[in-house]
C-alpha cells in the first residue's frame, strides 16, 4: 500500500511517499480503506521533533496523522461489518499511522459516518472538533452562559463556535479583522478583533474561554474571566501557571489533550447529521501533495481544515 513516512525530524523534505505492507488487525478492530484525511497542528509540530515526535521515534516506520475517513474492508469487530463508511480520529495521542492508504483502527475509535456528509467533511470532523467537545464538555457549558473562543475562525476554534450555540450559549469569537464575517457566520454573537482590543478594560465577563493559543493569550483571558468560571488552554507547553492563574481570580483553569474516543464521534456524527455544525474546507490536496498542504499549515493563516484526498 501506499504510505507517506516520516524518516526524520525536520523539515518537508522528510515526508516521503513509500509502498509497505497492509496493515493487520487484531481483536476489535477494523481495517479502513481511507478515502480522505485531514491534518493538524500536531501533525506540523510531530514531523519537526516536537509534538508527539518523542513518544513515535522508536517506531519503524512512522506515519503521521490521526484523522480518517473511509470504508470497512476487513473487520475483526461486532460493531462495524464490511463496507461501513466510517471516520475517526485513531489512537491519539499515540501512532495513530493515518497517512495510508489503509488504517487499523480501534473500533472504540470511529463511528459511522452519516449519509448526508461527504468523506472530505467526514475526515474534517475529527481532532479538531473532538477537541472542541470534550473541551465544553469538561467545562460543562450550558444553556445562557457566555462562552469566548479563541481563534474561532482556526479548525478548533469554529467547532467549538458551533457546539457552543447548539448548546444555547452566547458566544464570542476572536480573530483577526479580516475573518470576523467568517466567524459570526458561524454562529458567533461577537466578533472581537485581537489585534486591537484592550482585555483590561473591558466589562464584559465569560463563563468559559477556550484557549487555543497560550502565552500572553491567557494572561488576557484572565481579564475578562468570571469568577467561578472555566478556562481551558490546549496548546501544551504554552499553557505553563493556567491552574494558577486561574486560582488568582478565583476560577478554575485546565490543560487538555484530546483523546480519540467513538462515543463522542458518535456524537459527532448526530451533530453533522441534524445541521448543527458543518466543517469549513479551507483547501484540499492529493495524497502526493502532503508536503504542499504541511507548508500551507505552517502559514498559520488557515481558516478552517485541510483535507487530502486519495
Known sequence: MKAIILENAGGTENLKLREIDKP??????????????SINPIDVK???????????????????????????????????????????MINFPGHGKGYAQFVAASESHIALKPKNISFEEAAATNLAALTALQAIEKAEVKEGQNVLI????????????????????????????????????FGADQHIDYTN???ENSDEKFDFILDTIGGENINNSIKVLKVSGTIISIPSGLNDGLEEKAASVNANGFKMLVQSNGNDMKKLA???EKGFIKPHIYKAYHFDEMSNAHEELEKGRTVGKIVVNF
Not at 460493531?79 to 471516520?87: H, I, R
Open 270 to 272: 448526530e451533530l453533522l
Open 46 to 88: 510531530t514531523r519537526s521533533g516536537k509534538g508527539a515526535f518523542q513518544k513515535l521515534k522508536d517506531e519503524n516506520p512512522v506515519i503521521l496523522g490521526w484523522d480518517i475517513s473511509g470504508t470497512v474492508i476487513e473487520t475483526h469487530s461486532s460493531k462495524f461489518k464490511l463496507n461501513d463508511e466510517v471516520f475517526g
Open 150 to 185: 479563541h481563534a474561532a475562525s482556526s479548525g478548533v476554534g469554529h467547532f467549538a463556535v458551533q457546539i457552543a450555540k447548539y448548546l444555547g450559549a452566547s458566544v464570542a469569537g476572536t480573530s483577526s479583522a479580516k475573518n470576523k464575517e467568517f466567524v459570526l457566520g
Open 24 to 37: 493487520t488487525i487484531k481483536e476489535d478492530e477494523v481495517l479502513i480503506e481511507v478515502k480522505p484525511m
Open 197 to 199: 482590543f484592550e482585555w
